[in-house]
């Protein structure tokens, strides 16, 4: 820095902080709201998507955003490094070795910057993508196609084949080349402005996660979507390019293969969860349930009392926080009956309920009962049902009675 | 000026692109680079008077990828 010298950050206050952004993941995790336990994948809706977003961020998206953005911030502690060497080789020779820079501060002003930068853009994208879940079927679409898009991106970085390369989105030139030319500056603004610069070339997880942000529909969603997603990204950041920016590139390697086969993972999970919001019966909820009936048939029901009784023209559902019980329910064919939702205290995403084939999508009540009359079907056939998120799932199947 | 195209099969991700386009500023008498992650080659303008082909390709190399002349 061409500025006055600043005093070095200690490492351990960095570890420290390390450890703050670890403790805020653990307390996310611990204490979700209305009392559920650590439960990610039955987890309640909202709270639960923000806890995997920052668990994606902390164990891939730090050293996937490392990997791509790492080289800018890199190269502008690397000047300053250069600077602050240069200033300390003057007459007086000090025999101790010349002291680490103080990098902690510019990393932290480029984290903070990044943090504010894509809460925005969470904002903008859940704003944007409000216009376009107008209905299960607009968010299965949506579902779909990030899940590709994850999928792509996985297997980009598993080098499987050139055409899978364009699945990662090239920044137009004008902005490269600004923000490579930025990257030389020296003042303290530099950091902050590079940081929310790099918003413009997100990693491969972020863009993923951008893609999540989108399908939330929703601006205070979306928002709090990618300020989890970015602060789980942050404390591996921080500590890796605080250590060495050497490290970060051997890490590269290694991590690469990790954080593609994570992506992977999450991209099979959302294109299910967007085929199970199509009512498509070769999800791979609905095929495993398909093979494995009759013990997924055999759920337990949260009220005895309350089973199944088509043949008196209704059919009971048990909403639960994680997921319908039963989950195979059988129902007579060829004649309209009544469908009762029951929930007892239920605030996972299991309360917006979904019939893909009947257009049919609710929101129910935490407590209550909603009844829906199901039109007759033919014997044979499977009505399949859903969460607005494509998490969990059952079918009602049609017999002669 | 004279313009070339390498093959650079060692670029990973969009960054790798960034990072081999920052020759422009590092070379002398280069006028434009244009590097594509998704081609995984880069199209350089340069002066022929003050650089060739060696020099550009030791630069690459620098960088930490292999440049290959098409």
């Not at chain 1, 204490?31 to 994948?41: A, E």
């Not at chain 1, 920052?54 to 955003?65: A, E, M, R």
């Amino acid at each position: 820095m061409s500025k006055k010298q600043n005093k070095p950050i200690d490492p351990v206050i960095v570890i420290v902080l390390g450890i703050l952004f670890i403790s805020v993941a653990v307390l996310m995790v611990v204490f979700q709201p209305k009392g559920n336990s650590i439960n990610i994948t039955a987890g309640a809706g909202t709270m639960s998507q923000l806890v995997v977003a920052f668990i994606t961020g902390i164990t891939t998206g730090g050293l996937s955003c490392l990997a791509v953005q790492g080289g800018l911030l890199a190269s502008s502690l690397a000047h300053q490094i250069e600077q602050d060497y240069a200033g300390q080789a003057g007459p007086k020779k000090s025999k101790q070795p010349a002291a680490r820079t103080n990098s902690a501060l510019p990393i932290g002003l480029f984290l903070l910057a990044k943090l504010v930068t894509y809460t925005l853009l969470g904002a903008l994208l859940g704003w944007l993508g409000s216009y376009l879940t107008f209905s299960p079927m607009t968010r299965a679409l949506l579902m779909l196609a990030i899940g590709l898009f994850m999928i792509g991106n996985a297997l980009r970085m598993f080098n499987v084949h050139p055409i899978f390369r364009y699945f990662s989105v090239e920044p137009p030139k004008f902005i490269t080349r600004y923000i490579r030319r930025t990257a030389k500056g020296t003042d303290t603004f530099t950091p902050l402005f590079l940081g929310a610069l790099t918003v413009f070339i997100p990693c491969g997880v972020t863009q993923a996660m951008m893609a999540t942000a989108l399908g939330t529909g929703s601006v205070a969603m979306g928002a709090a979507l990618m300020f989890a997603f970015t602060l789980g990204t942050s404390p591996v950041f921080f500590i890796i390019a605080y250590l060495t920016t050497e490290l970060g590139a051997k890490l590269e390697k290694f991590f690469m293969r990790f954080v593609a086969v994570v992506v992977l993972i999450l991209g099979v999970v959302t294109l299910d969860g967007g085929l199970n919001l199509m009512g498509s019966p070769i999800s791979l909820q609905n095929l495993t349930r398909t093979w494995f009936a009759p013990q997924a048939a055999t759920r337990p029901v949260a009220d005895a009392a309350s089973q199944p009784s088509a043949n008196a023209g209704e059919v009971v559902l048990n909403v639960e926080n994680n997921g319908y019980f039963p989950t195979v329910l059988k129902a007579p064919a060829g004649k309209d009956f009544t469908l009762s939702l029951v929930t007892d205290k239920t605030y996972s995403c299991a309360r917006d309920f979904v019939i893909p084939a009947l257009n049919y999508y609710e929101l129910l009540p935490e407590s209550g009962t909603v009844q829906v009359t199901i039109p007759a079907q033919q014997a044979g056939s499977t009505l399949f049902f859903t969460c607005s998120m494509g998490m969990y799932t059952g079918q009602i199947v049609f017999e002669n009675q | 000026m004279i313009k070339k195209t390498f093959k650079i099969p060692d670029m990973s991700c969009t960054n790798c692109a960034m990072k081999i386009e920052a020759l422009e500023d590092d070379l002398e008498g280069v006028q434009e680079i244009n590097a594509s992650y998704h081609k995984l080659e880069m199209v350089i303008e340069y002066d022929e008077s003050k650089l060739n082909e060696e020099q550009i390709i030791a630069a690459v190399k620098k960088k930490g990828y292999t440049a290959l002349a098409q």
